[in-house]
């Protein structure tokens, strides 16, 4: 074997070139052999491959800058940078962020997963080392629908007008997360067509030099290529054309859901049963908020015409499967990865008399703060937007974060942001905000699996009163206020207190934000203390609002949510037991608030 012995990029420097092909193959390999294991980005780290050894054959990292946009493509870019046996090694697989981290190499330069990063951070650099009168490369490496993102077109826009060395290498494998969607990616298939001559070439259009590699999985070629473009003194784009999931067979046949899977089997494809526990949450059929949500969506658009679905690349997401999008027809955009398009095209759309739904992961909901704020609360504009991943049970790497969506979208005004749960609450919300008129809504999907709630009191008049839900009527001691998700471990306080002689209130707020400030202040009125409960961020949260109300009165709020910070590939349990979420501390400081 040959990827064993590499332990920095010199080591693949010093390899033949006739090894090259042997080499790649046990790169793939180890990202099969991993990904089995412990899940992950299959389809585009087996594109990049060939790529990535070329990259490190040409450039001299980490004196050059590579710099991979997401990031989720750098599994052979870490093999080749010292990591290798995190791949190799059963006992350390799964041991690596799935993204790049300045902690764990020199080579990786930025802490990121977002998209359409990598041609900003590049020509920041490339504008650092010109002030700084140093030499060398700076590669940007842009790939899986990046280039869809406005941030991406902004970069290029002005590395046009750069006027010094910086590479841009689009790695065109035909697909983002899902299809490739608009007229940038019509372009880049005219290229392909055309062998990278077609006259309507967007990059020259730009001012930006242009090359074009039409098999981006055959090494030699890249390495003849990318040495003919090294230290290069004007910006140029390199054209590669590359096969997403290329050396595996399942992820070939289906690109779209082998772009991030959990373990599989790696002799069929077969992706195997299992997840995160639940806390004890038994899960009701269907197994998944995306499922109810893409069979909701289907069945209301049939007979709600003015219903329209929007993604923004992970229509999977919100359980719209190839065969659901087909049969919505016109009902549904997927946009490409540009979500501050998404909000605003919603915005335009409910404006124009349609009524839009908007499904997005709590982390990329960030990237339209402004076009919420701006285009769709001040507008009051009747958009929904489904909010997934946005608790301490979503992707648990730094970079993708999703628990700080109630302390951002609390900020908004006019906006309604509802916690179902339940499925049954979870449907009810849907159904309302779906027909609602009366200005935004954003609806928290639960994160730690299905729950079924049978007896949930569901309110005649919809949600628009702000009013929650007495889920257990106590005594005057303790109002247990356990929002959305949390509603399970606010029932097994209420039981400890019980045990202790406390009649604890349990109430359902329904509402992250947007609850009747009326009916809060009353609280001040009637229970010695207050408890809120969320798997959100504390501060600035849901509690945060409740303990701002009740400030006044002297009321005595205990907030109980995740602390701020940056945790990383956390176990959801562990990161709720750290932050002092557990039956047993919840009890135990409300009993001390009591005198107990």
Sequence with gaps: ?????????????????????????????????????????????????????????????????????????????????GRAWNYLDPTRMGTLSGFASPVESEHDHFSMGHTSTSVSLAAGLARARDLAGERYDVVAVIGDGSLSGGLAFEGLDDVARLGTGL?????????????????????????????????????????????????????????????????????????VHTRKGLGFAPAEADEESWHHVGPFDPATGEKLA??????????????????????????????????????????????????????????????????????????????????????????????AYDQIWHDVCLNAAPVTILVFGSSAFGTTDATHLGFYDIAMLGDMPGLTYLAPTCREEYLAMLDWAC??????????????????????????DGFASGMPEIVHEGDDDVAILALGATLPLGRRVAERLAAADVDAELVNPRFACGIDRDWVRGLAGRFRVVV??????????????????????????????????????????????ACGMTEENVTRETLALLGR
């Design 274 to 367: 299992g997840g995160r526990a639940s806390g004890g949450i038994v899960a009701a059929p269907p197994a998944t908020y995306a499922d109810i949500t893409g069979e909701f969506l289907l069945s209301r658009m049939s007979s709600d015409q003015r219903l329209i679905a929007i993604s923004s690349a992970t229509p999977y997401m919100m359980g719209l499967t190839a065969a659901r999008r087909a049969a919505a027809g016109r009902q549904f955009v997927d946009v490409g990865i540009a979500e501050e398009h998404a909000v605003t095209l919603a915005a335009g759309l409910a404006t124009g008399g349609a009524h839009p739904v908007y499904g997005v992961y709590g982390t990329f909901l960030q990237r």
């Design 167 to 239: 590479i841009v290498v689009v790695n065109d494998n035909e697909w983002s997360i899902s299809q490739n969607q608009g007229g940038l990616y019509a372009a880049l298939a005219h290229l392909r067509e055309t062998g990278g001559n077609a006259p309507d070439n967007p990059f020259r259009a730009l001012g930006l030099d242009y090359a074009y590699v039409e098999n981006g999985n055959d090494e030699q070629a890249l390495e003849s290529a990318l040495a003919n473009l090294r230290g290069c003194e004007r910006p140029v784009v390199l054209h």
């Design 435 to 460: 027909g609602y008129e009366g200005g935004p809504v954003a609806i928290r999907v639960p994160g730690a699996g299905v729950v079924s709630r049978p007896d949930v009191e569901l309110p005649t």
């Design 1 to 81: 074997m040959y990827l064993e012995h590499i332990e920095s990029p010199a080591d693949v420097r010093a390899l033949p070139a006739s090894v090259m092909p042997a080499l790649c193959a046990e790169i793939r390999d180890a990202i099969i052999a991993s990904s089995a294991k412990v899940g992950g980005h299959v389809g585009p780290n087996l594109g990049i491959v060939e790529l990535t050894v070329a990259l490190h054959r040409v450039f001299r990292s980490p004196a050059d800058k590579l710099v991979f946009d997401v990031s989720h493509q750098t599994y052979a870019h870490k093999m080749l940078t």
């Design 532 to 577: 809120t409960l969320e798997d959100g961020v504390r501060d600035g949260g849901f509690g945060s609002r409740v303990a701002c109300v009740l400030g006044p009165t002297g009321a005595r709020v205990r907030c109980f949510g995740l602390t701020h910070g940056f945790p990383d590939r956390y176990e959801p349990h562990e990161l709720l037991e």
